[in-house]
């Protein structure tokens, strides 16, 4: 039987293509002048990875300018994964034994493809892959596949998880691209840890129980539910001044966050999809191929937790009821106060208003992937609605541009093909 993660929106293609002049519904923004690009599974052919999450990476992009289409491209991450060259990390494991497959960013001149049990690739303008980067052999450990870049400094923030210790190390890149810091974080076990946050002042970790199991080598994700290990969150100092402050929670795991502040009480205020146990073990399963239809039932919902460094106090609400992943937000607001945050439900992308807790929908009718913000005016500032969503609706093979204020439709680019459910991407504009 053909697992779920072959068939369907998350289907493979067989190939690398191209198309040009792509036609367009609508009108597109001349100001969209530049490339979207987004990342996701796309196992070989005949390949069967045993996992959703473990397919080889592949790049689909489109570039905009002056209101056309101009082309679109897909290309396999050409790791040493594919090759079987390894590259080991200081824990001893492989840096290169995972595809790259979960996200594409931009930092410093370079464009990365990211996985978060590995090493960053750097791909070309033509989305060819350049290898793999240590950035000067500095970095000796995975790097997280969701940096958080620094809008007022222009940094990069991220971490790498290992098998054995050191389990977590937190690293920091400056606006020049430049490894300038390497901390060990101290944590009792190797968990999954997929995202985290940043603020003014603080690193914020989300250690979860969803651990790493040798055992399960070789049977999909070595991973599993642990409900001895506990969940908490830390607020650890970005200057180093002081230890992590951790805050037990009620156990769950986030894949996703959406943002996180400081108030002006000095909290730090997170907003993150929380996944309870028994959504993330159905959801583990139907990723990880489960037919069972228990196990199609998955999802999370926009949650909030309140920290206080000073006390220790956390308190914990749900925003929404809604079974929603993938949030964004205006990425020049990363760490800092934000009003809107964006996600995808089923066939709906929504639109949160944080501060006074309410929301919109734009039905697509059919499954879109997450939703990218782009400012209209990336220099003057302005709302963080005041932009497009762009999103990949791989069903219908289109990029669909949304007004993020109200969500209408703008435009649609037919693309050449149908394109599989992926993860994440980051639009590029013209530099």
Sequence with gaps: ????????????????????????????????????????????PGQDPGHWFAGEGMIHGVRLRDGRAEWYRNRWVRSRHMDG???????GVDLTALPVNTHVIRHAGRTLALVEQGLPYEIGGELQTLGPCDFGGRLTTAMTAHPKEDPRTGELHFFGYGFAPPYLTYH????????????????????????????????????????????????????????????RLGVMPRDGDGPVRWFEIDPCYVFHVGNARE???????????????????RLWRRIGGATDPAAHAPGGALHRWTLDPATGAVTEERIDDRTVEFPTIDDRRTGLPNRHVYAVAGEEIV????????????????????????????EAGGDDDHGWLLTIVGSRAELLVLD????????????????????????????
């Design 1 to 44: 039987m053909t697992a779920t993660y072959l068939q369907g929106d998350l289907a493979p293609v067989p190939d690398e293509i191209d198309a040009v002049d792509l036609p367009v519904t609508g009108t597109l923004p001349p100001a969209l002048t530049g490339r979207y690009l987004r990342n996701g599974p796309n196992p070989l």
């Design 351 to 378: 639109k949160y208003d944080v501060v006074t807790g309410a929301s919109r929908t734009h039905r697509v009718g059919a499954s879109p992937g997450e939703a990218v913000f782009v400012p209209a005016d990336p």
């Design 85 to 91: 060259v390894p590259f080991v990390g200081t824990d």
């Design 172 to 231: 920091r890149l400056d606006a020049a691209g430049e490894l300038v810091e390497s901390r060990v974080v101290e944590v009792p076990g190797s968990t999954m840890m997929h995202d985290f946050a940043v603020t003014e002042h603080y690193v914020v970790w989300l250690d979860l129980p969803v651990v790493f199991d040798l055992g399960l080598l070789g049977d999909g994700m070595p991973y599993r539910w642990d409900d001895g290990y506990g969940a």
């Design 404 to 431: 993020a204020a109200d969500l209408s439709p703008v435009a649609s680019v037919r693309l050449p093909r149908r394109v599989p459910a992926g993860f994440h991407g980051s639009w590029m504009p013209d530099e």
């Design 263 to 281: 108030d002006a009480a000095g909290r730090v205020v997170l907003d993150a999809v929380r996944h309870a146990p028994d959504r993330f073990t």
